[in-house]
């Protein structure tokens, strides 16, 4: 047992050592938005809502067709990947990493590793679930897709995704506050 359990520690180590490695470039942005979404100050969860209320009121107002906004996104995207690692030593003075943001750094890269691994680990439960008992998985995945479309039928699609980009934005201060039971620091 204590030997699967040193192989399965090592492999996400591996796997971690390999995604800093991949994000090196983004380690300065990473531990911004880290504090930022932990809610390290008072002020963060309403500057979280009023940029994701700004992005969606703009979407609202340009109204623009789904593929231009694919596209505009993906391209943001593109250029985001191009430009982040080279000005963001330059604007967060980055040069110098202190052991305090590695060890962030670290963690916040094995968190990544640990959701990748949760959401794979759903998708395989989900397909055994398929093969061991079909008729559940089947009427269980007909009513949940029905109740999604009613929903959505219900509720506009632009509202709706904006609900749902707010609420995963501002989990993990939410997680955070829950877990300490302390609101952040005033400045």
């Given at each position: 047992m204590a030997k699967g359990d040193n192989r399965s520690t090592n492999l996400l180590a591996a796997e971690t050592a390999s995604l800093e490695e991949q994000l090196q470039g983004w380690g300065a942005v990473m531990l911004m938005a880290d504090k930022v979404l932990r809610w390290e100050r008072a002020w963060f969860p309403p500057a979280i809502m009023g940029v994701a209320s700004l992005v969606f009121l703009n979407i609202y107002y340009l109204d623009p067709p789904v593929l231009s906004g694919v596209s505009c996104f993906v391209m943001f995207l593109c250029?985001?990947?191009?430009?982040?690692?080279?000005?963001?030593?330059?604007?967060?003075?980055?040069?110098?990493?202190?052991?305090?943001?590695?060890?962030?750094?670290?963690?916040?890269?094995?968190?990544?590793?640990?959701?990748?691994?949760?959401?794979?680990?759903?998708?395989k439960r989900l397909f055994t679930l398929k093969e061991e008992k079909p008729k559940m998985c089947f009427m269980t995945m007909i009513i949940s897709l029905a109740v999604v479309a009613w929903v959505g039928q219900q509720?506009?699609?632009?509202?709706?995704?904006?609900?749902?980009?707010?609420?995963?934005?501002?989990?993990?201060?939410?997680?955070?506050?829950?877990?300490?039971?302390?609101?952040?620091?005033?400045?």
């Open positions: 250029l985001a990947d191009y430009l982040v690692p080279i000005l963001a030593p330059r604007i967060f003075c980055s040069n110098k990493w202190t052991t305090e943001q590695q060890q962030r750094f670290y963690e916040i890269c094995s968190n990544l590793v640990k959701t990748r691994r949760r959401t794979v680990g759903w998708w509720v506009h699609n632009l509202l709706l995704t904006y609900l749902i980009v707010t609420f995963l934005l501002l989990l993990p201060g939410l997680n955070q506050f829950r877990s300490t039971l302390e609101w952040p620091k005033g400045r």
